[in-house]
Every structure is written in C-alpha cells, then in structure tokens.
C-alpha cells in the first residue's frame, strides 16, 4: 500500500481531512491483499452477464471506436467497444516498422528527425460539436508538436512543429466545435524566446508560459499556429473548448500558481487554490487582426497586459487536472487532485463577473475572478477527483485516482448518485461520444494507472489497464479489463458509422508523381551517382526483379503498389539496409537510400500477399568501388 501513496507527502495529504483519509486508507486496504487473495474476489464477483454484455460474435462488429494515446510510445491505439478488441496502431511520432512508418522519404520528413513522441490527448473532428469522423488530432508533449491523422485511412498526414514559444505540448490537442483549432498549451515555462537562458532564481518574472489555438483549414485539415497568448509561469494543464453559451471561449488548468522551482511536488502546493485559465479565442482572433501583438520566435503573440479582455483566471481547488465542458456549455467542471471535491462553475455567471469587473487581483496583468462569484457547486465526489466525462441523461462520471473509482453525479442537483470501484488508480476517463454535445450514454472506459494482480505476470513491465463499464442503468458495471500498450493517458469513443475508411486508394486519387500501373512502365535511372528506380509491387512479384548499382551510389526506389484489391498490401524489405516499406493497394512511397555496402542483397514483400508470397522477391547487386561483379 505504501507506494500507492509515494506521491502525497505529508503536506499534502493534510488536505484531504482526518475522516476523508481513513476512508482512503480503508479503500487502499483490499488492494494490498495478495494476489490469491485479491484473484478469489474478483472471481467471486464474475458474472456472465458481463461477459455477454460485451461479446461480439465472429463476424459482427462492435458499435464503437476507441482511440487511445500510447503515451512515450508514439503511437495511438484502436480499439473496438463493447468487445475492446485491439484493432490498429497507428504510429505518430515514432518509427513502426510492422506498417513501414518511420522508412519512407514521406513520413521520415513529417518526423523531422525525433524518433520518439509522446502522445497523450487525441481529439476527433468535430462539427457543430459532434464527431465528423473526418480527422483526429494528437499531441506531443516531449517535442511540442500537434499530428493530424485523416480517418479516412487511419495514418499520419502532417505533423506541425516543434511548435515556437510552447514547451511540452501537454495541453492539446482538443478541438473547437467547428475544427476551428485545436488547443494548445505549455507544461513547462521556459525564457522567451527559446534559446535564451535566464537563472531558475528568476523563474517567477523571467519565464512564461503559452496558451495557443492552432488553425485547421476546414477544407484540408491542414494545420497552422492561428494565434498564442503570452501567460505567467504557469503549468498548464489539459484544456477543453465551449460549447453552447460558452462557445468562443477555451478553457485550460494550471498548477504551480506559486510560480515555484525545485521540488515541485512540495513548492507547487503551497496554496489553497491554482487556476483555470478562460480565453476569449474570438477576441484573440480579433487582436491578431487588429495588429495587437507582438512577434516572439516569429509567431504573432498577444501579450494580455497590453490587450485586456481576452484571458481571464478562475480559482479553482488546488492542483487541478482537467477541465471538461458539460455538454451544453453551461458549465465547466473542475477539479484538484489534491482535494475531494469537483467544482462546477456557471458560464453565465462567469460573463457577469467579467462584466462586473468582479475581480479579486491579478497575474500578470490577467485579472483573477473571485471563486464565489463563478462558483455554481461544490460536489463532494470522493479522493483524488481529476477528469469528468457525460452521458445522454444528464449525469457526470469523475475519476477518483487516489480513491481507484468512478463516482457518478448529476449536473443541476450536484447529487452523487453512485460509485464504482476501479483496478487501480484511474487516470483518464471516456464516455460513448463523452466529449460531445450529444453524448451517446451506454458505456465508459476508465484509463488505468496500474493492474498489478489482474492478469498473468509478464515481468516487472506491468501492462497498462482499462476497464469498461456499462453506465446505461442507475446502476454502473465494470463488464471487461483491457490490457493496453503503455500508456493510455486519453481516449475517446466514436460511433462507428460515423466513420468511413477506404479499403483501397483510388487509382485516379493517387497524384505521386513517379507513380506508374503497368509492368512495362518498371524502369531504371542513372544521372552521375544517382539512380532512380520507378518500381511495381503486385501478386506476387516485384518489377525490376534486379537493381545494379555501384557503391556509393544514392539510390531513390518509388514503389507502386498497383493492387485494387482490399487487404492486398505489399511490403519492401531490403536485407541488411535497413529498408522496410509497406504499401497498400494504389499508394505509392519513396525510399532513399547510399548504397554503402558491397555485395548482393535480397528483396523481399514483407507482407503476407498470396500463395506465391514467399516467391516475391529480388536482388540488389552493388558492384565494389572501382570493381565488378565479383566472379567465382
């Protein structure tokens, strides 16, 4: 049980109250049962019902997606609900050579040269505050960049950044109601702009955080910094976007108010209270029109001393970590980890602080509101509360991380009306269309932090868990444990027809310009030392079938996958080179390469296309510097 609680010191957990911390203690017991011990419970409380909640029989297809963060993995993960089978990966920020991402010219550039992400927020296209089904948007946190996946065929097409002025891309990627922007805000504050260094003894006036929106076209997707906002040396948090009467408006949280350094986990909780940071992002539109900025790191940046109006901060309990619009913007619930309660505040009361000037102080020229003020209830949900999701009837689901349960409760009455326990520590939290203006209801999913006990043992790599949970009665249900790839910090649920895949890249859409569709066009360039290969892949043999080269020479192969048939990708493994492309039916990819090494080299498609797959294959012959073919 002790290293359940390694992150509250003593500080800290004076906050939670005498009575509040038994209860946690009491909570915490049954998990420090042994593994027998705890296996026999969970065994006691099976039940086949569950089991039938969640079956999807063979052939049938689940009613949702679930798209969840990999974490430092770089990748994003999909998941059918209600059976939570794995479906895909699909790589962001690092190379995955199971799809090729990583290998070919295209996504090496969309990289920039990290090989690593970490991906904590995806957030789906929306219009009118509904998932469009058209893109999903992801976060970087380690190297301040935003990706957009088309969901159109599930993979990569831009990835922005690193992103000026923003370091630790934690709060994004979440959409505005029209795909406006996705927000974007900084974890950590540093001088600006980068590349300067001022002592960590200035922290308090020398460093700045960012809060940004970055643009979408709504036609491309394509994405651009829209507009940012200088803020104090904040950490700021996750972020969530109006809706309703709260459209126009974003709201991130923060912790250390205090503007501390060192040992955060004891400076930064010195107050009572940290903030949500609410910006008018149509008055930041409206500035950067006007001209009222100033250029940092060559992005256009409001500063709000100079330009009032835009941003303003709300108390909220201390250490929050998100904040979640309800689904008809009326109110945006936030909630400190360190404390038991979620607070719910009203937008409309929000507005007339602000008009009334209703203000308690300021930081940093942005005027703070009084809580009172914009306060609309205090529910006492439980330990640790720290991201709220909805459902269909007018309820709200809150993570309890320090208590390892989900409370349910009731938007307008405040009343708790249940709890659930969770295998253990919950994080994140996702509800069927949860962060919508329609919630579908029906199911959650709760983003574990631990599974210890719950699942053969694999070492001291423990997976990750998630657990869902039928909320489509007064009652909830856990129905089925999920074991992840690490780690799921944030998913969301999406009808499945609101979603419409290709299975195959149109010929007439595939605009590569050394794309070819016949055998007959296969060809080999030389100029000086390049050569450029224009190559056809289709069942079951490659075109050319062999590549003469010299050593040194820089070889470019375009390779066209000329199928029309689903599921008919090819791959290109280059043994000893490090070569490995995966093409699906009518794309084309580009690969280049130094023909470095000497010798005879097999080819070979790497994936499973045919009964002749394993007769698919080719040589590479790179003739000696200064030299032939070797002979016998």
Not at 59 to 78: I, Q, R, T
Not at 312 to 325: A, F, M, N, R, T
Not at 602 to 631: I, R
């Amino acid at each position: 049980m002790k290293h359940l609680f390694s992150n509250l010191d003593k500080t800290k957990m004076k906050w939670f109250g005498g009575g509040a911390l038994l209860v946690a203690f009491a909570t915490f017991g049954l998990m420090s049962c042994g593994q027998g011990t705890l296996q026999n419970a969970t065994l006691a409380g099976a039940d086949s019902s569950a089991a039938g909640a969640t079956y999807v029989a063979p052939g049938a297809l689940d009613e949702y997606y679930l798209f969840y963060s990999g974490g430092h993995s770089g990748n994003v993960y999909v998941a059918g609900v209600p059976s939570m089978r794995h479906i895909a990966t699909i790589p962001v920020f690092a190379p995955y050579p199971a799809t090729g991402w990583g290998f070919d010219e295209e996504s090496k550039k969309m990289m920039g040269g990290f090989t690593w992400g970490d991906v904590h927020h995806p957030s789906a296209s929306e219009t009118k505050g509904d998932y469009d089904g058209r893109w999903m948007f992801v976060n970087d946190n380690s190297n301040n960049r935003v990706a957009r996946i088309d969901l159109r065929d599930f993979k990569v097409k831009q990835i922005l950044g690193p992103i000026p002025n923003i370091s630790g891309l934690h709060g994004g990627a979440f959409v505005t109601p029209n795909t406006e922007y996705v927000l974007a805000a900084s974890r950590f504050s540093v001088p600006l702009p980068k590349g300067i260094v001022a002592p960590i003894e200035d922290y308090a006036t020398k460093y700045n955080g960012i809060v940004s929106g970055v643009a979408i076209n709504p036609q491309s997707g394509e994405m651009s910094v829209g507009w940012q906002i200088l803020m104090p040396p904040f950490n700021f948090d996750l972020g969530d976007a109006g809706k309703g009467p709260s459209e126009g408006w974003a709201f991130w949280t923060c912790y250390n108010s205090e503007r501390a350094t060192g040992k955060l986990e004891v400076t930064s909780t010195q107050k009572d209270r940290d903030y949500i940071a609410a910006v008018n992002w149509k008055e930041a539109e409206k500035a950067v029109k006007e001209g009222k900025i100033k250029e940092i790191g060559g992005v256009k940046v409001i500063d709000p001393k100079a330009t009032p109006g835009i941003v303003y901060l709300v108390p909220c309990s201390k250490s929050p970590h998100g904040v979640d619009v309800s689904p008809d913007g009326k109110w945006f619930i936030g909630s400190g980890k360190l404390q038991s309660i979620t607070t719910a505040f009203s937008v409309e009361k929000m507005l007339k602080a602000i008009a009334a000037k209703d203000f308690t102080g300021e930081e940093d020229g942005i005027p703070v509101l009084k809580y009172e003020s914009v306060k609309e209830a205090e529910v006492n949900v439980g330990l640790g509360p720290l991201h709220t999701q909805f459902d269909n009837q007018g309820f709200a689901y809150t993570s309890l991380f320090v208590e390892s349960a989900v409370a349910k409760w009731k938007l307008g009455t405040w009343e708790v009306a249940d709890k659930v326990p969770i295998a253990y520590n919950i994080g994140h939290l996702a509800s069927a269309e949860g962060d919508t203006v329609n919630p579908d209801g029906k199911y959650l999913v709760a983003l574990n932090k631990l599974s210890h006990g719950r699942h053969l043992s694999v070492g001291p790599s423990q997976p990750e868990s998630t657990q869902l949970i039928n909320i489509g009665g007064d009652k909830m249900k856990v129905l089925y444990d999920a074991f992840t790839e690490p780690e799921p910090h944030y998913s969301q649920m999406i009808k499945a027809d609101k979603i419409k895949p290709i299975e195959v890249h149109p010929k007439e859409e595939n605009k590569h310009p050394h794309a070819i569709w016949d055998i007959k066009d296969a060809k080999i360039e030389r100029s000086g030392n390049n050569v450029t290969v224009k190559m056809v892949a289709v069942r079951s043999s490659f075109e050319p079938l062999k590549l003469e080269v010299n050593q040194g020479d820089k070889v470019t192969i375009h390779i066209t996958n000329i199928e029309q048939t689903t599921d008919e990708l090819h791959g290109f493994g280059l043994n000893e080179y490090n070569i490995n492309i995966v093409v699906d039916p009518g794309e084309t990819k580009t690969v280049t390469f130094i023909a470095d090494k000497p010798g005879v080299f097999p080819y070979y498609c790497t994936n499973f296309c045919s009964a002749l797959h394993q007769e698919m294959q080719g040589y590479m012959l790179v003739k000696p510097s200064g030299g032939a073919v070797a002979k016998k």
